[in-house]
């Protein structure tokens, strides 16, 4: 019986553990289910000791791309492997090479790590996909900008498919943590076809390693928030107060910075040029990035939207950012100014979610923090009667991403609300419904003209 006793117990905690067993690549994200980044890893020909390999980084992610100072790889060998030479990136290190004469390898580290070259790198030191300083766009923006490659020659390793063994803890930084990668799996040799398309090649030997990301590893405070307002109700809500940290209480000095400060340019430059965490200007919500829905007009089959960004941080220039937005009536979106427009659809047939960025050598940019730093666009909905209402703040989204991160949004019950049903109300509802259509097809010729 008391063996039974406890074989029943032993059963029960597996049984338990099996239930919170998970692997430590698995990350989820609801709006981008499949996203990832693939590092492929093939080997083009033999050398006397070892290989050639062309390592490829591929940002299958939607929305979520690798921005300044970029990404850095890092790997263990599985044997004594050296590295003789690279091309398009490079070791942070070099590594004891001491017990080598004349031929110096280019990395003898057990765990080296490895970065993208900077642009302007001579020629003959470059292969395709490299040197964009480890910047890599998302797969939904610009899928041609969203791989980048350098060349590696490894000595010291097997010479056949047999011998070679391939690296393992693959590390991923892009640019801080967030992504964690899986193992290498060796799968079928890469073909490769010639620009004529008349001959085709394949590789030796390749390994796939699969890396996906969770923000909860990435940051432990938000990095972006949301503001709301409306033309129906004077209130203008703010970001939550200490969204992404608060002011310092006196104590500590460089938190932020008052805009107003005397020679703003010479404070903010005195905090180095090379450092990328966020100087933010001094806000009650302290975040990067705010993002503001402003309700504009309604229509008498439309209602319109203004939605702005606005960067607070002093050290950083978004290039090629990107918003995610979540709300019902996307799939009604009739118009939209200034900004490159994708829908994601997440859920299959339901299209609630678009994909918002600005338009090349136009707003492509988010300035840093001052009079430059927004970007601004309006998008027009067209209204469908069975489910349109501005009320209990149906006419606010769902969810907002900028760059990937999910910004944070004020609570619900403080969303701007439609007032008392009253005479004064019922004329300014009237007025609108019945005078601005003619306004909106004059503003949208406007604006049309303009863009």
């Not at 499949?34 to 033999?46: A, S």
Request: aromatic share 12%.
């Amino acid at each position: 019986m008391g063996l039974l006793r406890i074989f029943s117990s032993t059963l029960l905690l597996l049984f338990l553990l099996s239930c919170f067993t998970f692997y430590s690549t698995d990350a989820f994200d609801p709006l981008d289910p499949n996203g990832n980044i693939t590092i492929k890893w093939d080997v083009i020909n033999w050398t006397p000791d070892g290989y050639v390999a062309v390592v490829t980084m591929y940002n299958f992610q939607q929305y979520r791309h690798i921005q300044v100072p970029g990404w850095t790889l890092g790997w263990t060998w599985a044997k004594k492997e050296v590295i003789w030479s690279m091309m398009g990136g490079q070791t942070t290190e070099q590594g004891d090479c001491s017990k080598f004469k004349g031929n110096i390898p280019h990395c003898c580290k057990k765990n080296p790590t490895v970065v993208d070259m900077m642009p302007g790198t001579p020629y003959n030191q470059q292969i395709a996909n490299c040197c964009k300083g480890g910047v890599i766009n998302s797969w939904g923006q610009d899928p041609a900008a969203a791989v980048s490659s350098f060349q590696v020659s490894v000595g010291a390793a097997g010479t056949t498919n047999k011998t070679v063994r391939v690296p393992k803890n693959f590390t991923l930084k892009a640019p801080g943590p967030g992504y964690t990668c899986g193992p290498a799996k060796i799968v079928k040799p890469t073909k490769f076809v010639s620009a004529d398309g008349r001959r085709v090649t394949q590789a030796m030997m390749t390994w796939n390693v699969t890396c996906t990301f969770s923000q909860f590893l990435a940051q432990k405070t938000p990095t972006c928030c949301v503001s709301l307002s409306s033309f129906y109700n004077d209130t203008i809500v703010p970001c939550p107060t200490c969204t992404c940290g608060c002011q310092s209480n006196g104590t500590q000095r460089g938190s932020c910075i008052d805009p107003e400060t005397p020679h703003l340019a010479s404070v903010v430059s005195d905090h180095g040029k090379t450092n990328y965490a966020p100087l933010v200007q001094c806000t009650s919500h302290m975040c990067p990035i705010r993002i503001h829905w402003h309700v504009k007009l309604n229509y008498k089959e439309y209602w319109r939207v203004k939605i702005t960004i606005t960067n607070f941080n002093y050290r950083m220039n978004y290039t090629q950012w990107n918003l995610v937005v979540q709300h019902p009536n996307f799939d009604n979106l009739t118009t939209l100014f200034s900004f490159n427009y994708k829908s994601l659809n997440p859920y299959g047939s339901i299209n609630d979610t678009a994909m918002l960025w600005g338009v090349k050598f136009y707003n492509d940019l988010l300035m840093q923090a001052g009079p430059s730093g927004n970007v601004q666009s309006e998008l027009l909905f067209r209204k469908d009667a069975s489910t349109f209402t501005f009320e209990k703040g149906w006419a606010f989204p769902h969810r907002i991403y900028f760059n990937g991160d999910n910004c944070v949004m004020p609570p619900p019950d403080a969303y701007p609300y439609l007032p008392n049903a009253g005479p004064q109300w019922e004329l300014v509802i009237f007025g609108t419904l019945v005078l601005l259509p003619r306004l909106a097809e004059l503003e949208w010729l406007s604006n049309a003209d303009a863009f």
